[in-house]
């Protein structure tokens, strides 16, 4: 069960939490569907549906929010408004006015909101209490806002934070590119963006294509500076690292060969197994990436 993005929060190492005691915390939260006028509904859920909100692998613990939301057009809305509107002219003998429209519209969005469409949306999350950190698993910071969000409401108090480093990411970047090699454990891939800042935003994008170390200086020279760049680490793992230290697009590559050595006894134990070998391997990427960046901002 790998993650395919990374959003990172920090944890002070060796985070004195249990399984049990989260499980403590996280309850008050637990997920509740929408219902009647609610628009949305939001908490915490199973990650392997079995009633229990943290799994738990070694120390590494495993959690997942779910949200609903109630889809109702607005174009529902108003066509059944503009209808309910031509019954009312035919009453009182005039055309409803902005005020009887206003509150025409919001008489219909509560009739129909409870028969209304709910999507729901998982978004799991991965807590190293050794390591000290909060993994989400999201390619919006959105997304994983809402699930920071939430921990900080249920635990308290909650010691996480976004991760900060010395050197932006960007920085960092365009600095590898302009000497054409990349930090000691990482190679530089064939996929990278560089912006000019400012109004014009000027983009160049590779795409699965060699970088030209010449071609690109000369646009890092005119003012770009690179904002996603493609890296592998250490032959085990390829990323697309973000400007906003986000990182997306993880492929696991040799590591995938040890588990199809292994030999499992069911789901779970393969479950268990994926999930240590993911958080061994993210954990010391992670370390390594922050120090390629000048290390995390006291």
Not at 201 to 223: F, N
Not at 279 to 297: F, K, P, Q, Y
Request: charged content about 25%; hydrophobic content about 40%; overall charge negative.
């Amino acid at each position: 069960m790998w993650f395919k993005n990374l959003q990172l929060y920090r944890l002070p190492a060796n985070w004195n939490i249990t399984a049990s005691a989260l499980e403590d915390q996280l309850s008050p939260f637990a997920f509740g569907a929408a219902t009647g006028l609610q628009m949305q509904g939001i908490g915490f859920t199973s990650p392997r549906d079995n009633g229990q909100l943290v799994h738990a692998v070694d120390r590494q613990l495993l959690i997942r929010l779910t949200t609903e939301k109630k889809l109702l057009p607005a174009s529902i809305i108003n066509q059944v408004a503009k209808e309910k509107a031509a019954e009312l002219e035919a009453e009182q003998g005039y055309k409803p006015g902005k005020k009887q429209m206003k509150a025409l519209k919001e008489q219909v969005a509560d009739e129909l909101l409870p028969r209304a469409f709910s999507l729901q949306r998982h978004t799991h999350a991965w807590i190293d209490p050794v390591n000290g950190w909060l993994v989400v698993d999201a390619a919006s910071t959105a997304k994983a806002d809402d699930v920071h969000g939430l921990l900080v409401k249920a635990i308290d108090p909650w010691p996480g934070k976004p991760l900060r480093v010395n050197v932006s990411p960007a920085s960092a970047m365009t600095s590898w590119l302009l000497a054409d090699e990349a930090p000691s454990g990482f190679t530089i891939d064939q996929d990278a963006e560089l912006r000019q800042p400012g109004e014009t935003k000027s983009t160049v994008r590779y795409i699965r294509h060699t970088l030209d170390p010449k071609e690109v200086r000369e646009h890092i020279g005119a003012g770009k500076a690179c904002v996603r760049l493609g890296l592998t680490w250490n032959d085990r793992i390829s990323f697309v690292l973000t400007d906003s230290l986000a990182i997306k697009r993880v492929s696991p590559l040799d590591v995938l060969q040890q588990k199809e050595d292994a030999v499992y006894s069911g789901k779970e134990e393969e479950f268990d197994s994926d999930m240590a070998l993911m958080a061994g391997e993210v954990s010391a990427m992670l370390a390594d990436l922050v120090h390629a960046m000048g290390g995390e901002v006291e």
